[in-house]
T-cell receptor, first 113, second 115 residues
């Protein structure tokens, strides 16, 4: 089954404790992206990657890091999480091209205390 | 700045009634338009997309949308809703610049279908 898998689905942690949210896709997609969803703001892009070792900032990259060492994986790293990063996070993937619809994971709800 | 506006944050409707969820975007160039649905505790699922051609696009679950270039709108409609359509709906646009594949989302419309 074609899917984007995120882990964990839920996480409660404390300020400053490094965490990683994993994302993996099995569709051989070149493009992967991370979004955060906040009430009244829709989804905003954090980082994206067009292929292995090619990553770039989205609209809200501050406080986040990513890496793309393998085509299927695109982890999101919070080196020193803060309460304003409490949010619902989605990973998405697609083929390259603006016409291509993106496939989304089920989301990761992060609470930073 | 490029933007996508969903004009209603919440839309309550009774079962079997018609519904329209409104979406407008700001752009002077050709764009590609998408509607996604998010059911509780799930990710976003593609409902339909407009890439080119006929301005009336049909999607899954009986939804359709009409692209209006002069009004820069892409409103989503369903003639008769079911309780199971209760979800949040997002309009999204690509082709507005800022990077390949970049999607810009509206703030979402929460559709609540009541019996």
């Amino acid at each position: 089954e074609a899917q984007v898998t995120q882990n964990p689905r839920y996480l409660i942690t404390v300020t400053g404790k490094k965490l990683t949210v994993t994302c993996s896709q099995n569709m051989n997609h070149e493009y992967m992206s991370w979004y955060r969803q906040d009430p009244g703001l829709g989804l905003r892009q954090i980082y994206y990657s067009m292929n292995v070792e090619v990553t770039d900032k989205g609209d809200v990259p501050e406080g986040y890091k990513v890496s793309r060492k393998e085509k299927r994986n695109f982890p999101l790293i919070l080196e020193s999480p803060s309460p304003n990063q409490t949010s619902l996070y989605f990973c998405a993937s697609s083929l390259l091209g603006e016409k291509e619809p993106q496939h989304f994971g089920d989301g990761t709800r992060l609470s930073i205390l | 700045a490029q933007s996508v506006t969903q004009l209603d944050s919440q839309v309550p409707v009774f079962e079997e009634a018609p519904v329209e969820l409104r979406c407008n975007y700001s752009s002077s160039v050709s764009v590609y338009l998408f509607w996604y649905v998010q059911y509780p505790n799930q990710g976003l699922q593609l409902l339909l997309k407009y890439l080119s051609g006929s301005t009336l696009v049909k999607g899954i679950n009986g939804f359709e949308a009409e692209f209006n270039k002069s009004q820069t709108s892409f409103h989503l409609r369903k003639p008769s809703v079911h309780i199971s359509d209760t979800a949040e709906y997002f309009c999204a646009v690509s082709g507005l610049g800022g990077g390949y594949n970049k999607l810009i989302f509206g703030a979402g419309t929460r559709l609540a279908v009541h019996p």
